[in-house]
């Protein structure tokens, strides 16, 4: 299913969009295959994809895209539906970013929320303007389970998801200098945490 975009952002500090411009990318189309070769960019506050055609911007039906990527720096962001989350923040149809499929696979949450003028003037503080603010989260499942558990980037967190290494990752944490509330550092345990398990590691 797709429906033309009819902006109606105007007035709102800020955009919805995770990345403001459209990008170079693909998406698999439930029943259909994957498109290449696609402008896109992914709407935030509404949890949908947007794609260029025919110089339109279309909305794409998130039951009917279950995944999408795009280059951007020089990275490639991948977004994949289809879980669900103890928390219930994380339903059926809303993306996460793929940050690292292994013995774990860990996810984050992209989410854009419109914060309502609060201004006050007597005391002349607070915003005149609605506007939208970036909130993150994180998720990690076991192998290719569909079940997430909220994840915080603190070190009992972490240090849960890779029970059976724990010992050997904060070892590896210590040895290298690494922060537990450091995304990039996050990313290196669990690459270090599948070298563990698949006997590579030491």
Excluded: C
Excluded at 36 to 59: K, P, Q, T
Excluded at 66 to 92: A, C, P, Q, T, W
Aim: proline share 2%.
């Amino acid at each position: 299913m797709m429906l033309m975009l009819n902006s109606s952002y105007y007035g709102i500090e800020g955009t919805p969009y995770h990345i403001d411009d459209f990008r170079g990318g693909a998406f698999h189309h439930t029943g259909v295959g994957r498109y290449e070769d696609v402008m896109i960019r992914y709407n935030a506050f509404e949890d949908w994809l947007e794609i260029v055609a025919d110089g339109d911007s279309l909305i794409l039906n998130p039951k009917a895209v279950g995944s999408f990527e795009f280059m951007h720096n020089g990275i490639n962001f991948l977004y994949r539906n289809g879980y669900r989350s103890n928390d219930k923040r994380v339903e059926r149809e809303h993306y996460l970013q793929m940050l690292h499929e292994g013995a774990v696979v860990f996810m984050k949450r992209h989410r854009k929320e419109l914060q309502k003028a609060n201004f006050d003037p007597v005391f002349n503080t607070g915003s005149k303007y609605d506007r939208f603010v970036e909130n993150e989260s994180y998720y990690a499942a076991g192998g290719r389970g569909d079940h997430l558990e909220p994840v915080r980037l603190r070190r009992r967190d972490i240090l849960a998801l890779m029970g059976d290494r724990s010992d050997q990752i904060e070892k590896f944490v210590r040895d290298n200098r690494l922060n537990y509330r450091s995304e990039a550092d996050v990313l290196r345990m669990l690459e270090q945490y599948d070298r563990l398990k698949n006997g590579e590691g030491n």
